[in-house]
């Protein structure tokens, strides 16, 4: 694969609230210009109020932006008629049809995507598969529990193998066998679908994803390929179980002039530590996610 | 294999029906529905009960004042006046049309049943579609359509489904009509109260489509349900209201000959809904399709309304 999935461009989208003669404007996204790369599973990170659902809406069609450009597979913005069958979108805080059951919703959702006959009954099992629900796929939704319902709209998503996945905070509502299940199933399309996951879950998306997006106040503030976020190809770290010269932590950290790789200077630290008479606890190689995202975002006050 | 960009007629109309049927499945199993089809069924059965005691006490005091046997069931001697003409004539005494002599040929429970499911489908079916989109909205459903299909395709498979409600809430109608027709009246056959209620279902239902566009137009404009039942109750009551002003008006006019104004309400009149009840029950075929294309046209009006803001708005 290669190129980009996904493109905005300067997009602007304000919503307005109170009646006419009090009417207060509220920027949601501000000139917010981003790239995901195709194939990539991409984390959509920022604080609350940053314009994560903003984004993920006109992405998905349900809201239409103000200014600027947006496009999707190279389609231009989503339009049904065009993008059907290609995006899947996990929306936020919609909730499902109370009477049908997940099988019948997702034969609807399905057909309406543009399969048909055996491949729809195919895409549907996939999906209940894919989330776990088979046993519980005739029960009208009321009847369901809140995770449940949760993976039934995970499953609209994922339903027909769309080319390009959104997900609005995937794994929220979900227990943690079920997250993991979700995410072995998530790591499985990387390179063959385009995943965006927008979630507060920074340690599942640092395992997840490829890529991230950083966003506040309606901006992109960073956009960069995960191992560069988080140093995983220039830093390290070696525990120890017991300190030794006063340290239990020993950063290694490469220099740009550094002609060494990573590895082989984990190995020659590795290597004199243990001369030194050092017992090796763990290697982790980078930095986490969240240190990164709370050295570029801060820490958060005031939001 | 997946859509990839098709657009065609067919898909179109692919679509709406899926939609359509999206619509009617969940409907039909929610307990709101299903209590609202028990009230239907409820009111129609009501209102034929009245009809029917109170037609066997003018039976049974008629009967009385002539010192004729009565019967335990009503409907023997006013089925026999009128297959002898003899209700006819007493209509065209006190100056009754060639409209009443039409429907004074019909089987009497036809008209009460058919004016009685005329009269209250509209309400219904208000109702009913008033909180069809705009429940989906609030509650953000929607939005599992609108990243599979268009908005049109939405509205008009909304429609579609609500239709599909009506027919449905008609046939309860005329079972139960045709069912207290054979069992609790004399002189009813059934294939006669069915095939006379069937008739008059297009016309029925073409008086009701002014309220499934005011309600379905309602449902895309408004955000809330409540929003849009109160935005279809103004609508639907407050066209009723000026129906009956106009009407007095006119009345009042045509005395005093201001022929402006009245080409003014005649015209208003034709966009009111009530104003086609009379056309839909004549006997003249011509007059029939124009009120059915007035009332397709008033709904059709409703619904493009609420689909020129459903379209454009954030979901």
């Not at chain 1, 079920?178 to 995410?183: D, E, I, T, V």
């Not at chain 1, 996951?197 to 998306?205: A, V």
């Not at chain 2, 004016?115 to 309400?123: D, H, K």
């Amino acid at each position: 694969m290669g190129g980009v999935a996904v493109r905005m461009s300067g997009v602007q989208k304000r919503f307005v609230s109170g009646l006419p003669g009090f009417r207060r404007w509220s920027v949601a996204l501000d000139g917010m210009s981003l790239e995901v790369p195709t194939g990539s599973i991409c984390a959509f990170v920022g604080p609350n109020g940053a314009g994560k659902t903003t984004t993920m809406s006109i992405l998905s069609g349900y809201l239409e932006a103000d200014t600027g450009q947006v496009d999707l597979l190279g389609g231009g913005p989503f339009d049904p008629a065009r993008h059907r069958g290609r995006v899947g979108v996990l929306p936020q805080d919609a909730e499902l049809p109370p009477a049908s059951s997940p099988r019948q919703l997702l034969r609807i959702w399905g057909r309406l995507q543009g399969l048909s006959g055996a491949a729809v009954e195919r895409a549907v099992e996939e999906a209940l598969e894919t989330v776990m629900l088979r046993e519980r796929a005739e029960e009208p939704v009321r009847a369901l529990s809140h995770g449940m319902r949760r993976r039934v709209t995970v499953a609209s998503a994922l339903l027909g193998s769309p080319e390009l996945i959104l997900l609005d905070e995937p794994t929220s509502g979900l227990d943690p066998a079920q997250a993991a299940h979700l995410r072995g199933c998530l790591e499985v399309l990387r390179g063959r679908r385009t995943v965006l996951i927008s979630s507060h879950n920074l340690p599942e998306l640092e395992r997840l994803c490829d890529h991230a997006v950083f966003i506040d106040k309606g901006r992109c503030q960073q956009s960069a390929p995960m191992r560069a976020l988080t140093g995983a190809d220039r830093q390290a770290v070696i525990t120890l179980e017991a300190p030794l010269d006063g340290a239990q932590e020993i950063p290694i950290r490469l220099a740009d002039s550094d002609p060494r790789t990573l590895g082989e200077a984990i190995t020659q630290e590795l290597a004199r530590l243990i001369a030194a008479g050092a017992r090796i606890s763990e290697v982790r190689r980078g930095g986490s996610l969240e240190r990164r995202y709370l050295d570029t975002e801060g820490p958060g006050e005031g939001r | 294999m997946q859509n990839s960009g098709r657009n065609s007629g067919w898909d179109f109309l692919r679509d709406v029906w899926l939609v359509a049927v999206y619509e009617a499945q969940e409907a039909v199993r929610t307990r709101l529905l299903q209590v609202a089809l028990l009230g239907w069924a409820g009111i129609v059965v009501a209102a034929n009960g009245l009809f029917l005691w109170v037609l066997h006490e003018i039976e049974a005091a008629m009967a009385g004042a002539l010192g004729v046997p009565t019967t335990d069931r009503p409907g023997a001697m006013l089925g026999k006046m009128m297959e002898e003409g003899e209700l006819d004539g007493v209509a065209r005494m006190i100056g009754g049309s060639e409209n009443v002599s039409f429907l004074l040929q019909q089987p009497i429970l036809v008209l009460w049943a058919g004016a009685v499911m005329m009269m209250l489908l509209p309400e219904f079916l208000l109702i009913a579609s008033a909180a069809s989109v705009a429940a989906e909205v609030q509650n953000r459903a929607i939005r599992y359509l609108a990243c599979r299909t268009g908005r049109l395709q939405i509205g008009l498979g909304k429609l579609l489904g609500q239709v599909g409600l009506a027919l449905l809430a008609l046939g309860i109608g005329v079972g139960l009509s045709a069912g207290m027709g054979l069992f609790l009246m004399v002189g009813q056959p059934v294939g006669g109260t069915v095939g006379g209620l069937l008739a008059r279902v297009p016309a029925i239902l073409a008086f009701s489509l002014p309220a499934l566009g005011l309600g379905l137009g309602a449902s895309m404009a408004a955000r809330t349900v409540s929003g849009a039942r109160a935005l279809a109750l103004i609508g639907f009551f407050g066209s009723f209201i000026t129906y009956v002003w106009l009407r007095a008006e006119l009345r009042e006019s045509a005395t005093k000959g201001v022929a402006l104004w009245e080409r003014l309400a005649d015209l208003a009149m034709i966009l009111l809904f009530p104003s086609n009840w009379t056309a839909l029950w004549s006997p003249e075929w011509p007059d029939v399709l124009a009120a059915v294309a007035r009332c397709a046209i008033i709904g059709a009006g409703c619904f493009a309304a609420g689909m020129a803001v459903f379209s454009r708005r954030d979901l």
